[in-house]
């Protein structure tokens, strides 16, 4: 990676806390980071280290608490709702751990969803068929296995050909297997479509397909590591 | 289809249930509001361009007798467009086939200039010839009640004089579309006619030649009716003129405008009340729902779907419900509507009445159920709008228990644990339960409505003619009379009692408030025609002051105690100032009573009478009528049981009618709310209840939990709603009251009873669909399901 290049997202010092109640979390505790167009980021950290309130802030599901954080020129750490509706709308796309396909609509629907909205959409066809999901496009999210679910939210995260694909434990409700399947396509988007790809999980060895991993712990960076080497997807083993 | 609309379409799909409850209920509010509506404009549409054709009178004047060159004089006032005068006089009838006599009014025709105003519309024959005929139109009312047609020939007597009169028409009157006794307030039309002669015949007749006695008028664009009203007074009071009276005041026009002001009440209770019912079941729907749906809504939010576009999705929603809603209820109001037109031709006599769909108002009945839906689901919407999407991808966290108050109490002894879990489950949500609870007393309320409907008629009926009126006959004569000509009435035949009274007509006023009524003099002890309280007890006639008609008393804004002044019509026309002595309570019209002796006095008369109220011995009905039709000094004769039946065949049946229609929108509402309380209550629990299941609960145990909580909260809402109940059917009667007529508010314990057994079935209804559905939960499905 060459570091010099204009990074998309610009972080520093960015904190979320919560205030629930008696208590307040620290969800995030002061995250600097910079990331690139084309990487692929793991995001490795136990349960509860912040790494999906990070992958939130970072979607423009929520907003931080302080700090900075911008894509590419856009200030989002103080956008209001719109900005943000619009900005998820044209740069980001979701994968999440449990699928989140809207249940009612079939798999062709479901990225219709998204292709309604997008500029510069993929035809719905060939967001199935990079996903392998041809011959599944009417089927309903339940007559479909979890991996087969996993990759249409994949088909339908890409459709619109988003800058940034962010995914929050998408293999978490798989078997080995399948995990590996939906993880193959993710890394084929990203070297494909040169997504910035951000992958959270708490199985480290998957850490070995990424660009960089990233560890946070108690919402602060305790590591960043760059790959030499990146294994491929196929080797994995967890 | 956008993905949405797709989403949407099967969303309903799966809740279908519910959304055809909802629609259902909505529906019945837009039906009363299409039907009222539209029979309002269906009916004055139709008044008013009948009015315009027949040239009916804006202003109307009795008197006893002005020469005919006056008409000249009154014709120069200013401010006058045409007039015309008439002769009028009563007659009764002597008909075969019908033992009891039938009376009437019979106006003039004039015989060489063209008449001017309240013009005929013929509907079969023709008119009668000028000259010295004894043709006679007659109102089509009465024909068709006797079947007669041009031809005929009938025995009457007219101002004392037995005539052989021959029908040479039917024909219809913008004066008489309501058809009945000036003065009454029902049709009878086998025993009330109207007929038109020619002038010449009808004057002599009268003892009335070259003279008339009554005035139409029409005011001139840009004049004053008022000052009109005035002038015609002035010029007419040497004549034995009473005060002039508008349309307004015209009996028939006035029975017409009152009926369209009860539509007008109905067209605002009903949907008021049913379109609120329904905004609160959407609302709850709604909630659940987007409960249900919040990982979709996040998920939505991820994808980049706005406040707007996804407010507007469950906006779709309830618009949806409303569209079936309208489409169901618009329909069914439209057939209503047909329907009591058909009624309506039997009271209103128009030569043509056609229902026209009143697309407007069912525009505005759209736009208001719409609006109170988006209204009610509001909340629901704006909490799926402001829901923070990273917040919505966590499951929700598990709900906080505590212990009910009522365990703390000590009752939970008393529960079974299904039913100890009903009650945390209703404690933990109480405003959920408090909203479900409100819609149950919804329900039961207006379940009241038409048991008190069906009540109070049969009330109005036993306490007009058993309570009030017990007297046989009322017998009126062509003119006061004197005491002699009340002692030949009770010698009658088959007569076992006579009581005088004394009419007059008269202006009331309070103030700027006025009305013309006639005062009636009683004699002090009635036993006959009495007075009565509102809990029909007896009012004894005071010495001094004036008894009212409680209606009349609010029309005039007097209380017992005001002083009021009485103007007389009649005679020398004296003024009285004196007090409400009190009020009482009719049902029927607007009157006003005294004490017989003070009216005389009033009057400067001795023993004058206007006629009597008899008790007749019923074995002899055939002799009095024959005797009755004899007499030439009657004017009159109303028979109670005549009258009473006559009630009962029109205005009960109608009312009969829409009693069973409400009955059945009661029904479905009650059915509607519970069925959708419990639908939602167990989409809720679903998982919970499966989960009990899995652990070795018995479907039937499983169902008591959420049975045990929806009985819980019916058993709270029917004393709510019975309470409701009574205040809602107060309302309904008061928007629905006139000086014409007005029901009596009646709840008694079997309205109340039919209004408890018909939520209770509903309940049972809805809670063996939901224990079906239990049953047949799919344990694996609800459990894998993250909601
Ligand atoms: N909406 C919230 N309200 C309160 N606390 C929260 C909320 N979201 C996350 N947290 C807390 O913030 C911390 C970080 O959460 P999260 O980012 O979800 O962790 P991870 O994804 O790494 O497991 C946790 O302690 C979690 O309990
Ligand atoms: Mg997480």
């Known amino acids: 990676m060459t570091p010099d290049r204009q990074p998309l997202f610009h972080v520093r010092g960015l904190t979320k806390i919560y205030s629930g109640g008696e208590v307040e979390v620290r969800a995030l505790d002061g995250v600097d980071l910079d990331l690139y167009e084309g990487e692929l980021i793991v995001l490795l950290g136990a349960s509860g280290s912040g790494k999906s309130t990070l992958l939130n802030l970072l979607g423009g599901l929520d907003t931080p608490t302080s700090g900075e954080l911008k894509y590419r020129e856009e200030e989002l750490a103080d956008a209001d709702a719109a900005t943000l509706t619009r900005f998820r709308r044209d740069v980001v796309g979701f994968i999440f751990q449990f699928y989140n396909l809207i249940p009612s609509l079939t798999a062709r629907e479901n990225i219709a969803l998204i292709t309604e909205l997008a500029e510069d959409p993929m035809p719905i066809d060939e967001a199935l068929d990079l996903m392998g999901l041809g011959d599944r496009a009417d089927h309903f999210p339940s007559q479909m296995s979890g991996g087969q679910q996993q990759r249409v939210a994949i088909a339908r995260a890409i459709a619109k050909r988003p800058e940034v694909l962010l995914c929050d434990e998408p293999t978490g409700a798989l078997d080995v297997q399948t995990g590996i399947a939906v993880l193959e396509a993710i890394e084929q988007v990203n070297r494909e479509l040169g997504t910035l790809v951000v992958i959270i999980t708490h199985n480290a060895s998957i850490a070995d397909i990424a660009h960089r991993v990233i560890h946070l712990s108690d919402g602060r960076i305790t590591e960043i590591r760059e790959n030499e080497e990146r294994g491929s997807v196929k080797s994995l083993r967890w | ?787």
């Open chain 2, 1 to 787: 289809m956008h993905p949405l609309d797709l989403k949407l379409l099967r969303d309903l799909g799966t809740m279908k249930g519910q959304v055809i409850a909802v629609a259902l209920v909505m529906a019945c509010g837009l039906a009363v509001m299409v039907m009222a509506l539209s029979l309002v404009v269906s009916l004055e549409g139709t008044r008013d361009s009948y009015y315009r054709a027949q040239r009916f009178a804006e202003v109307f004047a009795e008197l006893k007798r002005a020469p005919n060159s006056l008409r000249a004089r009154l014709a120069e006032l200013p401010g006058i467009a045409s007039v015309d005068t008439r002769v009028r006089g009563a007659l009764t009838l002597d008909l075969t086939g019908m033992s009891e006599p039938a009376d009437g009014t019979i106006f003039s025709l004039p015989d060489n200039r063209p008449q001017q105003l309240n013009l005929l519309h013929l509907r079969k024959g023709r008119l009668p010839e000028a000259g010295d005929h004894n043709e006679v139109v007659v109102g089509e009312g009465f024909a068709k009640a006797h079947g007669f047609e041009p031809g005929h020939e009938l025995d009457a007597t007219i101002y004392g004089a037995r005539e052989r009169l021959r029908i040479v028409g039917t024909a219809l009157s913008p004066e008489f579309i309501y058809e009945t006794r000036p003065g009454d307030a029902l049709p009878d039309p086998r025993r009330f006619g109207v007929f038109w002669m020619n002038e010449r015949r009808l004057a002599a007749a009268l003892d009335l030649d070259g003279a008339f006695n009554s005035v139409a008028a029409t005011v001139a664009p840009g004049a004053n009716r008022r000052e009109l009203m005035a002038r015609i007074d002035t010029l007419l009071e040497p004549y034995g003129g009473q005060v002039a009276y508008d349309r307004e005041n015209q009996f028939s026009a006035k029975q017409l405008h009152d009926e369209i002001t009860t539509l007008r009440g109905f067209a605002m209770a009903f949907p008021t009340i049913f379109l609120s019912v329904a905004a609160f079941m959407t609302s709850a729907a709604l909630t659940r729902l987007i409960r249900l749906q919040r990982e979709q809504i996040a998920q939505l939010k991820a994808l980049g779907y706005g406040s707007a576009a996804i407010g507007g999705h469950y906006l779709k929603f309830a618009l949806a419900i409303v569209g079936i809603g309208a489409v169901v209820g618009g329909g069914f109001g439209l057939w209503l509507g047909q329907a009591m037109t058909v009624v309506y031709r039997r009271f209103f006599l128009f030569p043509e009445l056609h229902f026209h769909p009143d697309w407007a108002s069912a525009a505005v009945g759209l736009l208001a159920a719409a609006g109170v839906s988006l209204l009610g689901v509001s909340g629901a919407v704006w909490q799926a709008v402001k829901l923070p999407p990273a917040e919505a991808m966590r499951p929700e966290p598990p709900a906080e228990f505590r212990r009910s108050w009522i365990e703390r109490l000590g009752l939970h002894r008393l529960a079974s644990p299904s039913m100890r879990m009903a009650l945390r489950n209703l404690q933990r949500k109480p405003w959920q339960a408090f909203f479900t609870l409100l819609g149950l007393a919804l329900a039961t309320s207006i379940t009241i409505i038409p048991g008190a409907m069906r009540d109070g008629i049969a009330y109005l009926m036993d306490f007009q003619w058993t309570q009030a009126q017990r007297q046989g006959a009322t017998v009126s004569f062509i003119e006061p009379g004197s005491a002699a000509a009340l002692g030949a009435v009770g010698r009658l035949p088959g007569v076992m009692g006579a009581e005088a009274f004394r009419a007059v007509p008269a202006r009331l006023r309070n103030g700027h408030r006025e009305r013309r009524v006639s005062v009636t003099g009683l004699p002090r002890e009635s036993r006959l025609n009495r007075l009565l309280d509102e809990r029909g007890r007896a009012v004894a006639m005071p010495l001094h002051g004036l008894l009212l008609s409680a209606k009349l008393a609010e029309v005039l804004g007097l209380d017992a105690g005001d002083p009021v002044r009485i103007e007389v019509q009649e005679g020398r026309r004296p003024v009285l100032d004196t007090v409400v002595a009190g009020t009482i309570t009719d049902f029927s019209g607007i009157g006003a009573y005294m004490d017989i002796d003070s009216l005389r006095r009033l009057m400067r008369e001795g023993g004058t009478v206007s006629g009597a109220h008899l008790a007749v011995d019923a074995a002899r009905w055939e002799e009095f009528h024959a005797q009755v039709k004899a007499s030439p000094r009657i004017g009159s004769v109303m028979l109670t049981a005549k009258l009473r039946e006559s009630f009962q065949k029109t205005t009960g049946e109608m009312m009969g009618t829409m009693q069973a229609v409400y009955f059945g929108f009661a029904m479905v509402v009650a059915f509607g709310v519970v069925y959708n309380g419990a639908r939602i209550a167990l989409s809720e629990r679903q998982r919970d209840l499966a989960t009990l299941r899995v652990i070795g609960f018995q479907p039937r145990e499983v169902a008591a939990v959420l049975i045990g909580e929806l009985l819980v909260l019916t058993l709270l809402a029917i004393p709510v709603g019975l309470w409701m109940g009574g205040h809602l059917t107060r309302w309904m009667i008061e928007m629905s009251s006139t000086e014409t007529v007005r029901l009596p508010l009646v709840l008694t314990s079997r309205t109340y009873v039919t209004a408890v057994l018909v939520i209770l079935v509903s309940s049972a209804l809805s809670f063996a669909v939901v224990s079906r559905r239990i049953h047949r939960l799919n344990l694996l499905d609800v459990l894998k399901a993250r909601d």
